[in-house]
């Protein structure tokens, strides 16, 4: 006998088969899902912070945070974005751009507040118009008084960024603004940026843990050096534990934004992003 399949051997196989995919499925679908299958992001709102796209129009930007598969957003004020400069009416209508597209932001910034009482007070209007509800920014240290008063009028959080050794006169690590704001009302709390903060010779998973009652916003990165120059590069290249941040912020349930500034190749950032998004699910998914 032909040990090879006939042609009507072959017909009966393929029937027989496609008459057991019901039931496969069936089977497939009834087994237990993990957790990392339901959430990839383990209750994290794991995003981006559009600075990443900071030399991109809007539209551009738009399309490259729904290709690297984040909807959680922190809106840089540049002018590809959306500015202080531009008025009330164009900061709503380019807000909406990023929520029809299915975006949500969660915070602008960082908004620098060390100019005048009257450019603090338009960063606020600012974030208003566009419809967050946290402010990263970078105060001078004599201002909080006054921003003590803005975030009861206009009942905005602000989430002081932190800018590392070389930001010596003003907030390097997340300690230096929670000294500085601990007496002023609750609102006034931190975005912890991981790098700057390691830089500042901080464990950035402690700090994340000792802060977590007024941490409000984070930047994700990782960096290839310490020191006093700050040195971006793609998630899982670099010297930070991000497996410790991440379980950090798990371990305090927070549920601001996590939202990855990746600063490295600002002209064509998309690729080293997506590396950088996919490395952090695979370290959440072994978690």
């Avoid at 539209?59 to 590809?80: A, D, L």
């Avoid at 070389?166 to 704001?181: C, R, T, V």
């Avoid at 830089?199 to 006093?228: E, M, N, Q, T, W």
Wanted: with cysteine; hydrophobic share 40%.
């Amino acid at each position: 006998m032909n040990n090879s399949f006939t042609r009507r051997d072959l017909l009966k196989a393929s029937a027989y088969a496609a008459a057991a995919l019901p039931f496969i499925n069936l089977a497939s679908e009834a087994a237990p899902q993990t957790a990392a299958a339901t959430d990839p992001w383990r209750g994290l709102k794991i995003g981006v912070a559009t600075y990443t796209f900071r030399e991109w129009p809007i539209e551009e930007t738009i399309k490259g945070i729904q290709r690297v598969g984040v909807k959680y957003i922190s809106i840089k004020n540049v002018k590809n974005h959306i500015d202080i400069s531009h008025t009330p009416e164009e900061r709503k209508r380019r807000a909406q751009m990023f929520r029809d597209a299915g975006l949500v932001p969660m915070s602008v910034g960082n908004v620098s507040m060390r100019g005048t009482d009257d450019e603090i007070r338009k960063g606020f209007e600012y974030a208003k118009d566009v419809g967050v509800p946290t402010i990263v920014c970078a105060p001078r240290r004599d201002a909080i008084p006054l921003l003590d008063k803005l975030v009861k009028e206009f009942d905005i959080k602000l989430a002081i960024h932190n800018h590392g050794p070389e930001d010596k006169n003003y907030f390097p690590s997340p300690y230096d603004a929670m000294d500085l704001i601990s007496k002023y009302d609750k609102r006034i709390g931190l975005c912890i940026d991981v790098g700057h903060t390691a830089r500042a010779g901080v464990d950035p998973a402690a700090s994340i843990i000792k802060c977590k009652d007024r941490l409000y916003d984070v930047h994700l990165k990782d960096i290839s050096a310490l020191g006093d120059r700050n040195t971006p590069i793609e998630g899982g290249r670099g010297i930070l534990n991000l497996t410790a941040i991440l379980k950090a912020l798990r371990k305090i349930n927070y549920q601001g934004l996590a939202g990855y500034e990746y600063e490295k190749d600002g002209k064509d950032p998309l690729a080293g992003l997506a590396e950088t998004i996919g490395y952090t699910k695979g370290l959440l998914a072994n978690s």
